[in-house]
């Protein structure tokens, strides 16, 4: 541990002497003119990573799974399904997440109260708690450098922290990728928000970040052109990947109760020393790459990247990035993956992956078993990365290749370590993830 802490404050060290100067054309992604307002926010971004890194990631997860196991151990565990069929009977909250805010008859004069709930790398998030409630009247999204009042793109460049609502059930066709500006929360409960068919969310060089309840399906790359990111100003972007969202250099973010579909890339990339972050309660189906946390072999800034990835549901049609990591921290903890069609969690560039407590079911392919996927090295190479299984649940001949030098493996595997609820309750605890369809003066 001397030695990991001792390395990792010659890497703070180096991030903070280069900063982001040393960022290459591709590490200013789809920014045409990398201008003084850019550098400036990249700066920003810059120390407001290295402020939320933790330096004992073991803390994070160790209170994650005491939180999980205590929710648990007060309520029936019974499993009442193990499959995903629409609930029908009274409210239930069963996760902690979820028990923080929901089965409340005023949850929705009490939205901010959500922040309270948020777990793992990314529970310090505060979105738009410190601002004013905005809501979208107007599913449109026609101008792109001047945004009519009450659409999406003008709520989401204010420079005041904001908690976004909408009126009604909308269907939101972003005709450029949605750039947002910091301490921000997208809140969709108590109507059917989708955005469809589109371009996608960036979160580019911001921190404070909640995007909650809504679809995010069928995003397309866009040819890119003058786009406003803020009230006070626009610049040229290049065409865009077709991610469902992209967090770029940013911190502090949480996305929750999301179900997303079929985008043109990935369903969440996570790239250029991004951290504190929470992907939890999620539906994800049908897509090829579905989740890239670090995008370059070369960028070890992704070192400080610190990501929980927890009661999500990783359901059909699922080829493989579930997620794939580069560098980085990476607890997957409590999700439930069904038949990937290549693999489930990969990576290159030594990540730590702490897998805890998942049910991984295999698909009838015999090719496709295995969990687990090195890029890029050889086995006496990745032997020492440290990648973990502890409590999983491996099914339909699903089998999970662990490594890691035995001294680096003890902290994870110590008596005192924390264990995560056990694989059998992944049913239980992710049973409502994806949108909920919350209704408005009715427990949700």
């Given at each position: 541990m001397k030695m990991e802490a001792y390395q990792l404050s010659r890497l703070l060290l180096l991030l903070s002497f280069f900063g982001f100067s040393v960022l290459a054309p591709a590490g200013r992604a789809h920014i045409g003119d990398f201008d003084e307002v850019w550098k400036k926010r990249a700066q920003d971004a810059q120390k407001a990573a290295l402020e939320s890194y933790k330096e004992n990631p073991e803390d994070v997860t160790n209170q994650f799974n005491k939180n999980v196991r205590k929710l648990l151990q007060g309520t029936n565990s019974t499993r009442r399904s193990l499959k995903r069929k629409k609930y029908r009977g009274p409210c239930l909250a069963t996760n902690p997440i979820d028990a923080c805010w929901r089965c409340k008859k005023n949850w929705a004069q009490n939205r901010k109260k959500l922040v309270d709930c948020a777990m793992g790398f990314g529970h310090e998030a505060t979105g738009g708690k410190n601002g004013e409630i905005y809501v979208v009247t107007d599913g449109t999204d026609n101008d792109m450098v001047n945004p009519k009042p009450g659409t999406l793109r003008h709520a989401v460049i204010q420079k005041e922290p904001l908690w976004i609502i909408f009126a009604k059930d909308m269907i939101i066709k972003l005709e450029q990728e949605l750039i947002m500006a910091g301490d921000k929360t997208i809140d969709g409960r108590g109507f059917n928000v989708r955005i469809l068919n589109?371009?996608?969310?960036?979160?580019?060089?911001?921190?404070?970040?909640?995007?909650?309840?809504?679809?995010?399906?069928?995003?397309?790359?866009?040819?890119?052109?003058?786009?406003?990111?803020?009230?006070?100003?626009?610049?040229?972007?290049?065409?865009?990947?077709?991610?469902?969202?992209?967090?770029?250099?940013?911190?502090?973010?949480?996305?929750?109760?999301?179900?997303?579909?079929?985008?043109?890339?990935?369903?969440?990339?996570?790239?250029?020393?991004?951290?504190?972050?929470?992907?939890?309660?999620?539906?994800?189906?049908?897509?090829?790459?579905?989740?890239?946390?670090?995008?370059?072999?070369s960028y070890s800034q992704d070192k400080i990247m610190q990501v929980t990835v927890a009661f999500n549901h990783f359901g059909r049609g699922l080829v493989q990035r579930i997620p794939r990591c580069r560098f980085g921290f990476i607890h997957v903890v409590n999700n439930q993956y069904s038949n990937w069609l290549m693999y489930a969690i990969g990576g290159s560039q030594a990540p730590t992956i702490i897998s805890q407590g998942n049910r991984f079911t295999a698909s009838e392919n015999l090719a496709s078993k295995e969990v687990t996927k090195r890029d890029y090295a050889l086995p006496e190479v990745w032997?020492?990365?440290?990648?973990?299984?502890?409590?999983?649940?491996?099914?339909?001949g699903a089998t999970f290749t662990t490594s890691g030098d035995p001294k680096s493996k003890q902290q994870f595997t110590k008596a005192n370590m924390i264990k995560a609820a056990p694989g059998n309750t992944v049913p239980q605890l992710t049973k409502f993830s994806g949108t909920l369809g919350c209704k408005v003066n009715k427990p949700c």
């Open positions: 589109g371009a996608g969310i960036t979160i580019q060089f911001v921190k404070n970040i909640i995007i909650h309840g809504i679809h995010i399906h069928g995003i397309v790359s866009k040819e890119g052109g003058m786009i406003r990111d803020s009230v006070d100003h626009y610049g040229f972007r290049t065409q865009s990947d077709g991610d469902g969202i992209s967090i770029f250099g940013s911190s502090n973010i949480w996305l929750d109760h999301l179900s997303m579909s079929n985008c043109k890339d990935g369903l969440i990339d996570i790239i250029m020393a991004s951290t504190a972050i929470t992907i939890s309660n999620c539906h994800f189906t049908n897509h090829n790459e579905v989740m890239l946390f670090g995008g370059d072999n032997k020492s990365w440290t990648w973990i299984s502890q409590g999983d649940l491996l099914l339909n």
